[in-house]
């Protein structure tokens, strides 16, 4: 079962223990934000707070999605799916994208404010870190936009900073795909952008939301192909962007070309708070909400217990398509939560065509992808084992020959290791740890048999022992 809005979302996590609802008064005030931190650090179970100081009648919904087990349960899967059938789950899916259907009304339009009658402090936005430059109100969401040259409508989940009652700042930059419309199509010839931002929106809408697909790609059809059927969407009042009909809180608005204010700083998902920097202001010019809304929101910062707060499965199936696409035999692609996206690890099969681990980096770098970091590893290691692909590192990889630097490369923005100035040009540099034996050894000669339990004994040996294993007195 996959879930058409947020309501049935939590609803489930409820009956599955992911989620806890809290009826003691919570301060939005930072004590949601701690809460919601703390059970990400210890992988407990999702906030869901009914009683916000300030605020009779509204709710909070904290950190949805950390866990592979959260992604299982949104995209309808077992809660102990192993990433790899999340995985496969993902890529079969997003093999049938399905176009959203247009609706004349939905439950995000219980509610109206319009022009001045906008007060976006009406509902409960949260300070989520200590130290946040303001009150976010985009966390989990999604930012709307769209090229005024084509059909493309752009799905992008950038952070949202409450500037005043009705005005907010939004992350928008030349890394991100709702950002370089904006500088490229509105900016540069003065012009305001029209924007939307949907809170509160569908677990699968928040999933591709969250993923940097190719530029004219529509995330809405990739949502419906997750859920299983098309997205239903809605107009908004004051432009011709169409939202998620089942969303929370949707604000409307346009982006200003020439006009800025501080953003930040806020605490990222690298595990570090960022600096404050000027960004553009968005005047929200409609506000909808459903009755009793329930304010969504992320806690970005060290993974810890819980995990990632985005679903990397999916940028792991989209990098894993790019290098089947370009003949490399992968066997698995895996990002690591602790790593925080900075690094990719990718295992290959063994093949006579030559420096496989260099024409994978050179495929991750043809997508886009800004991961500083790729280990490259042989067929028998799994790449979701790290005590695998440790042990590969250690004794595979070269120090002389297998470590392959570019000091001139792309990097994030976010990079907490970059200077001001390559933060400023996202310029920076990149590792590849080739940890695949040399392709000449002979796997009969050169390389050296692994020792382990089903690699070293025969089948007979191991069913005897199997067998036996509780007379000898294991438990």
Known sequence: MTFEDNRQYIETLEKSGDAVRINEEVDW?????????????????????????????????????????????????????????????????????????????????ENKLFGKDVDLCRFPVPIIHEGDGGRYIGSWHIVINKDPDSDWTNWGMYRTMLQDRR???????????????????????????????????????????????????????????????????????????????????????????????????FGEYTGYRTNWEWKEICRI?????????????????????GGPESPVSAWEILLKKALMERAIPVTDVFIPAETVGFLIIIGV??????????????????????????????????????????LSFATRCHPGRSVHIDTHDTSSSLTPYLTARERNFQIGASMLMDCTWPVEWSPEHDIPPIVTFEQTYSEDIRDKVKAKWHKYGFK
Not at 286 to 305: C, D, M
Request: glycine share 8%; hydrophobic share 40%; proline share 9%.
């Open 29 to 109: 005030d930072l004590e949601v934000g701690a809460i919601s931190r703390l059970s990400r650090e210890l992988a407990a179970p999702s906030p869901f707070f009914q009683n916000i100081k300030d605020y009779p009648g509204m709710r909070m919904f904290g950190v949805p999605f950390v866990q592979h087990r959260r992604l299982a349960i949104a995209l309808g899967m077992p809660p102990d799916s192993h990433p790899r059938a999340l995985q496969q789950e993902y890529e079969r899916r997003s093999r049938h994208p399905l176009k959203p259907i247009l609706v004349s009304n939905g439950p995000c339009k």
């Open 167 to 265: 005005h907010v700042s939004i992350h928008l930059h030349a890394g991100n795909d709702g950002g370089r419309i904006f500088q490229r199509k509105y900016k540069a010839v003065g012009k305001p952008m029209p924007v939307a931002i949907a809170i509160g929106i569908d677990p699968c809408s928040a999933i591709v939301s969250s993923i940097r697909f190719e530029a004219g790609i529509s995330e809405a059809e990739y949502a419906g192909s997750l859920l299983g059927k098309p997205v239903q969407l809605v107009k908004c009042e004051t432009n011709d962007l169409l939202v998620p009909a089942t969303s929370e809180i949707v604000l409307e608005g346009v982006v200003y070309p020439n006009a800025i204010a501080p953003e930040g700083p």
């Open 285 to 305: 010019d409609a506000v909808t909400w459903r009755n009793n809304p329930i304010l969504t929101f992320g806690n970005p910062g060290v993974p810890g217990k």
């Open 349 to 390: 099969k063994r093949t006579r065509q030559g420096n496989m681990a260099t024409k994978v980096r050179n495929v991750v770098r043809s997508q886009g992808i800004r991961c500083e970091k790729i280990i490259v590893v042989d067929e028998d290691v799994d790449v979701f084992d790290m005590s695998s692909v440790l």
